[in-house]
């Protein structure tokens, strides 16, 4: 976990803690690991994590019972509420960004589902590695249904391809839809040197 000085601490560990809440890292229901073993898992001081946990207790995302520890909400709306205020707050941070180079509302859809996309191939290709397990997400958001959209999205026609080359200049990364080919050219299977030694077998 990377703390930023800059920031007030129990600040960023409760964020950390409620995206773990979010995410299924710490599932519904279950008990949250001790203030002592979260102080040294962050390196901070036991009474800044239980500030941190003291907000969660506030937003009702966890509770504490008196003789068990702190459990996380079997409340499923009260969790599904956090998890929309963290994306909502992610969205403008990126709109912010993608204003700033130029970019129009369709222009930044076109490059976030890019990017989402080549995010999912990379995944899938790193997962499907030989000798490799699969990995191991928490329980959240089902992630196959975010791939279906993100496949069905990438289908569309894409109008912003210009501008978005734009935001990766600025930034100096490869295009999403390049990435995404390059993985798919990678793992594509050579047929090349199949057909040479079928020609040279026919010849003999």
């Known amino acids: 976990m990377h703390l930023d000085d800059a920031r007030p601490i129990w600040v960023q560990l409760a964020e950390d803690f409620r995206m773990r809440i979010t995410s299924g890292r710490w599932a519904a229901g279950t008990k949250i690991p001790s203030v002592r073993e979260l102080a040294m898992e962050a390196g901070a001081n036991p009474n800044t994590i239980q500030r941190a946990l ?18 996380v909400t079997s409340d499923a709306a009260t969790i599904e509420t956090a998890r929309y205020t963290l994306a909502r707050t992610a969205a403008d941070v990126y709109i912010g960004a993608v204003i700033a180079v130029g970019l129009g509302l369709e222009d930044a859809t076109n490059t976030l589902q890019e990017q989402w996309h080549a995010r999912d ?13 699969r990995s191991s997400e928490a329980p959240g958001p089902a992630r196959s249904s975010e791939v279906a959209r993100a496949n069905a999205t990438a289908a569309a026609p894409e109008t912003g391809t210009q501008s978005a080359s734009r935001i990766q200049s600025a930034t100096g990364t490869q295009s999403a839809s390049d990435a995404a080919q390059a993985t798919v050219d990678s793992i594509a299977p050579d047929t090349s040197d199949r057909k040479t030694r079928s ?3 026919g010849d003999v």
């Open 54 to 71: 003291g907000e969660l207790d506030r937003e009702g995302l966890t509770a504490t019972e008196r003789t068990s520890g702190r459990f």
């Open 121 to 133: 191939v990379a995944q899938d290709r790193a997962d499907s590695a030989p000798g490799r397990a």
């Open 199 to 201: 020609q040279q077998k």
